[in-house]
């Protein structure tokens, strides 16, 4: 009897379903697996993050998958997602790299949120982690003169004031802090501590699952072979460390913080001025503009005390942003004149100046838009 096609498709559908089924067991047998490479690792003192290991992996998976008449693109992504999977599974197995594990870790500003994230990775990898922050009293004498480690959390405007009222550290131990500006909490520790200093920016937020892929900006402050510990400590979980003298961090960041945040924040703030209605916006949105109003809609969801002292702590920028608010008059008389002309030229320009970065960038975004588009219809 031949099968209608309706009963076809259900067969098919029934393969697929179990198909899915096998995926998901195999999936877990591949978790099981990545925590015994977690407990190994941890023997072995060997860093959550092996960039060489993950990339020779992924494009043997991509050759196997182009043997098999399967996209090279499509198993990447979901080789991508799989990893990142492992790598939240195996965070609580990382080991220590302080030789003096037992000494206690202090962090000024534990409560707050990106603090207490750092107090939850040093807890889970075995330090003693010592909480101070706003109305608490410093621990007695021992175990202050034991610390090997204090970490200054606090608000970017309060950084340098809690860092002038110190208790006196041991010389061996190290003063870190992790504040979105450098020049001044940097030259502030190296006043106030004779010991190790190092200067370091999370490039993340207090919301992230593991620290690995995760970028932190180290600048150098003094006697680097006292920190090298903590640095390992971080690689360790899985972090991307720049190294990059104070000057020209704030340098940078004053583009990829403080100016980002102004104008994102302008943007937001004029389509709230406007009452521009959202969810019409998104229902009409490609997928690159979805991501734009969602990096938009990111910023206001966020502390407004927070980015409010981001964008305050670079002063600097005003000329520039002056410049820039310049341009944009600039550019609304040449729109007001349709001068077709003017505006390739001008985008040639701009064109030049991105150069190579610009199809860099294009491929790059490409699996966001993806993503973007797979989020529109979940």
Not at 62 to 73: H, M, P, Q, T, Y
Not at 97 to 120: C, D, H, M, Q, Y
Not at 145 to 150: A, W
Not at 227 to 248: P, R, V
Request: aromatic residues 8%; proline residues 4%; negative net charge.
């Amino acid at each position: 009897m031949n099968k209608t096609p309706q009963e076809k498709l259900d067969e098919l559908r029934q393969s697929i379903d179990s198909t899915d089924e096998e995926l998901i067991r195999l999936l877990a047998k591949r978790e099981a697996l990545t925590a015994k490479v977690g407990d190994v690792k941890k023997a072995l003192r060997q860093p959550l993050y092996v960039p060489e290991r993950e990339n020779k992996m992924i494009q043997a998976r991509k050759k196997k998958a182009i043997e098999l008449g399967v996209s090279e693109d499509f198993v990447e992504d979901i080789l991508r997602r799989i990893i990142r999977n492992s790598y939240q599974t195996q965070t609580g197995q990382a080991s220590q790299t302080s030789a003096t594990p037992e000494r206690p870790v202090i962090v000024v500003g534990g409560k707050g949120a990106l603090g207490a994230k750092f107090v939850e990775f040093f807890e889970q990898t075995g330090y003693r982690t010592v909480i101070v922050d706003k109305g608490d009293a410093w621990p007695d004498g021992e175990t202050l003169s034991h610390t090997q480690l204090v970490v200054i959390s606090v608000p970017i405007n309060q950084t340098e004031a809690v860092i002038a009222s110190l208790p006196k550290l041991p010389d061996d131990c190290v003063l870190a802090d992790i504040t979105s500006t450098k020049e001044g909490p940097l030259k502030a520790m190296l006043s106030v501590h004779a010991g190790p200093v190092v200067g370091l920016h999370p490039m993340f937020g207090p919301t992230i699952k593991t620290f690995a892929k995760q970028l932190i900006v180290v600048t150098p402050g003094r006697r680097a072979e006292e920190y090298q510990w903590l640095m390992e400590q971080l690689s360790n979980w899985g972090a991307h460390l720049y190294q990059t003298d104070a000057e020209a961090h704030d340098e940078a960041m004053g583009w990829v913080q403080a100016f980002r945040h102004l104008s994102t924040f302008v943007y937001g703030l004029h389509m709230a001025k406007e009452n521009v209605d959202i969810e019409n916006l998104l229902n009409v949105s490609s997928p690159i503009y979805r991501m734009e109003l969602m990096m938009v809609g990111r910023l206001f969801a966020q502390n407004p005390e927070l980015y409010a002292d981001i964008m305050l702590s670079h002063g600097e920028r005003t000329e520039s942003i002056s410049r820039y608010l310049n341009l944009f008059s600039e550019l609304l008389e040449v729109l007001k004149e349709g001068n077709k002309d003017e505006l390739i030229h001008l985008y040639s320009e701009a064109q030049t100046y991105f150069g190579d970065f610009s199809q860099q960038f294009l491929k790059e975004s490409e699996a966001l838009v993806q993503l973007a588009d797979d989020q529109r219809f979940k």
